[in-house]
């Protein structure tokens, strides 16, 4: 079956990429990878790789690609996956192309999409690779995206920590040339649970297809694509929509946590339309001590930096 359209889903960790994953993957045209992590684990690691040219060097990075869990739960077959590495060009558009193509051809699709939400830093290089891609962006209140981000392994360990996460990824956005726009739509979350007809038939018509009904019922799918036992914090994923994972952070954040969040954020929140809880006044004090108090580690780093040399 032809592929005819490559769609990527990016967004800051903990903003419903995984939601939206389960729900286009449900789709009968449509097949959405598990998180490959692609441009990070080996694209970025393009050094370490050497000239693929070399039959050692490409070897070594077929290798650990299908050895990642993810490239397992995409049930492609390893040895079949190296003999048309083999047959392909030797650079890394083409072998995230055949990545996509062969999930594409396993599941009968004709759009393929991969959701990495890290991803979100790289749109410019993957654009490149894939001219024609079209890349969604999912968006959610930072503030629960900080108070998701509490419960799982991988967050920086603080409230102010992973709020600038979510501040520089909108940033990232914010930043990309104007000739990418047209190839990225942007979609809230909180429309996702809310209205998740209307917002998927939105989807759908950006990226050619006709909503499905059964769209709305991905959570009754047995699927791999999400593991819940080696990713806990994805469950939800898999469950029924839930309107209460919208404001629960309310009642979960004290009133200090909020101010850090949106003294870190309040720039790139407003404009979004997410209404500020913070005193402006206060808000504004609280954001000029937190900037000050980064630069300052900033430079004491950069002496520290100069010292050692």
């Not at 339309?273 to 004090?285: C, D, I, M």
Request: net charge positive; hydrophobic share 40%; with cysteine.
């Amino acid at each position: 079956m032809k592929v005819n359209q490559k769609i990527f889903l990016v967004g800051c960790p903990r903003s419903g990429t995984t939601l939206l994953q389960q729900m286009l993957d449900t789709h009968s045209q449509v097949a959405i990878t598990p998180e490959t992590h692609f441009m990070r684990l080996f694209w970025e690691k393009s050094s370490y790789y050497g000239d693929l040219a070399e039959d050692d060097n490409y070897h070594k990075l077929i290798s650990d690609l299908v050895a990642f869990p993810e490239f397992t739960e995409m049930e492609l077959h390893p040895d079949n996956f190296r003999q048309l590495a083999f047959q392909t060009d030797r650079n890394y558009g083409s072998l995230f192309n055949l990545l996509l193509e062969q999930f594409a051809e396993l599941k009968k699709a004709e759009v393929v999409g991969e959701k990495t939400p890290h991803h979100l830093k790289y749109i410019e290089p993957i654009s490149k690779f894939f001219p024609s891609a079209l890349f969604i962006h999912i968006i959610r209140d930072p503030r629960a995206v900080v108070n998701s981000w509490r419960k799982v392994s991988w967050s920086t360990g603080n409230i102010i920590g992973d709020a600038r996460i979510w501040h520089r990824d909108m940033s990232i956005i914010n930043s990309l040339p104007n000739q990418i726009q047209p190839s990225l739509l942007n979609v809230y979350y909180e429309k996702l649970v809310l209205e998740p007809e209307k917002t998927l038939t939105k989807i759908c018509n950006f990226i050619g297809i006709e909503f499905e009904t059964e769209m709305l019922n991905f959570h009754g799918r047995n699927t791999l694509s999400v593991n819940v036992e080696r990713e806990p914090w994805k469950a939800n994923a898999k469950r029924p929509l839930n309107p209460e994972l919208i404001s629960n952070w309310q009642s979960k954040l004290s009133v200090s946590m909020v101010l850090d969040i949106e003294a870190i954020v309040w720039t790139n929140m407003i404009p979004l339309g997410y209404q500020l809880k913070s005193p402006l006044l206060k808000l504004l004090f609280r954001s000029s001590k937190l900037y000050l108090s980064q630069k300052r580690s900033q430079i004491k780093q950069q002496i520290k930096t100069l010292i050692n040399q």
